[in-house]
């Protein structure tokens, strides 16, 4: 028996079958010819074309007819109308094989599911063929992308889109970081102010008073800063006690005032004052706080109890001034507010040093605080540690005693 295998031949489909299956459903075509409509029935129909028995009516090929096709449905006509080319035209057996031409997609859609209900033995009604047509049954081209396609001005519109999008990115990435940063490792003061040594100038008696300074100006020691007008009756009581003094005596001293002058204690500058033009003041009430230039203005900041695992006397801190400037400063003391003595506090108070002096315009004004936990200095400390030399030193201490 001879078993010499036959190499197989293979061909695509597409060269030895049609592409559209061909099937017979009852319907017919008319088409208007020199004025005359023809009615053709159609022989089979796919989804690429169909074909008829011409009879005595040839049909050019390669001409452009439009036609109608008319299928039963639940005892209904439905027509749709189409375009089709004859491609191929058997003159024994009257066959004419036409392809469809410049469908629209209502068309396309009723003739594919019709081939396609028939192919599959369902039953085809009206109402699924409304609801065919009804819906969007294609699918939108892709758009092709490509750079190859882009001219130099689209390659550079390309580009510096893709960096502004960087770019945005970047700050983004930037902006959520420090937002971290600052909320895991940054603590900030809950209040604080610039403070300085501070005396405070009062009126001594019950007086009109006269300001003669403003507020920022630097005054010498004993130099005036306001004068008083009091009336004799203040010091009537320590008159009376001092001496033996009539009545007639003391009515004249009640008619009489005494004016008086308050002077700087010191070389200072007026930090706050109560400007005063011949007004009437109460004995001890405050005119003016004044400091004095050689004072070093230092900050006290009051953060909340919780944050006071992450502070300790040594520990640097920002200072954002007034004006906007930062400068670097040290605490120097941590304390506890505590309203009563011996209790837990609800807030720790610091006094904090600034590595420049702050200026005395800046006294009594608001400050920013902000502690940095994450500090380099720790980091510098680790690094100063000689594990091997303290191995060593302890080696020499136990042979010492040995």
């Known amino acids: 028996m001879n078993t010499a295998a036959v190499a197989p031949q293979f061909v695509h489909e597409s060269e030895a079958q049609r592409q559209y299956a061909r099937v017979r459903i009852p319907a017919k075509l008319f088409v208007s010819l020199d ?99 009804s819906r969007d049954n294609f699918a939108k081209a892709r758009k092709t992308k490509g750079s190859a396609a882009l001219g130099f001005l689209g390659k550079v519109r390309a580009t510096v889109g893709s960096l502004i999008f960087l770019g945005i990115g970047l700050i983004a990435a930037t902006v959520v970081a420090w937002q971290l940063w600052e909320i895991y ?56 006690g001092e ?78 001034l007034p004006g906007g400037d930062t400068q670097a400063g040290r605490i120097e003391s941590l304390f506890v507010d505590a309203e009563q003595p011996n209790r837990p506090g609800t807030a720790i108070s610091a006094l904090i040093r600034a590595e420049e002096p702050l200026p005395l315009a800046a006294v009594g004004r608001p400050i920013g605080v902000t502690v940095d936990t994450f500090q380099f200095g720790t980091l510098g400390q680790i690094g100063d540690l000689d594990p091997i030399g303290d191995l060593e030193k302890v080696a020499g201490k136990v042979t010492g005693n040995q």
Do not use: W
Request: aromatic letters at 8%; proline letters at 4%.
């Open 35 to 133: 004025g005359t409509t023809y009615k053709f029935p159609v022989e089979d129909i796919s989804a690429g074309g169909f074909s008829i028995n011409t009879g005595n009516q040839p049909l050019r090929t390669g001409r452009l007819y439009q036609g109608r096709l008319i299928f039963k449905v639940d005892g209904f006509d439905m027509a749709v109308e189409v375009g089709f080319v004859p491609r191929n035209v058997s003159a024994s057996q009257d066959r004419c094989g036409c392809e469809f031409q410049n469908l629209g997609a209502s068309e396309v859609s009723a003739l594919r599911y019709l081939i396609t209900s028939f192919l599959s033995g369902e039953l085809v009604s009206m109402g699924d063929v409304l609801n065919t047509l």
């Open 243 to 320: 001496g033996n003094y009539s009545i007639e005596q003391i009515e004249e001293l009640m008619g009489q005032s005494i004016r008086g002058t308050l002077t700087s204690p010191c070389d200072c500058k007026v930090l706050n004052l109560l400007p005063a033009q011949q007004q009437y003041m109460s004995r001890g009430e405050q005119l003016a706080v004044v400091a004095p230039l050689d004072a070093s203005a230092h900050v006290t900041a009051r953060f909340s109890f919780e944050d006071g695992e992450s502070l300790e006397e040594g520990q640097s801190v920002t200072l954002r």
């Open 185 to 240: 490792f940054v603590t900030r003061a809950e209040s604080a102010m610039v403070a300085a040594e501070q005396i405070p100038v009062h009126v001594p008696k019950d007086a009109k008073v006269t300001t003669l300074v403003t507020a920022g100006q630097q005054v010498k020691a004993g130099e005036a800063i306001a004068t008083f007008d009091a009336p004799m009756l203040a010091y009537v009581n320590e008159l009376v």
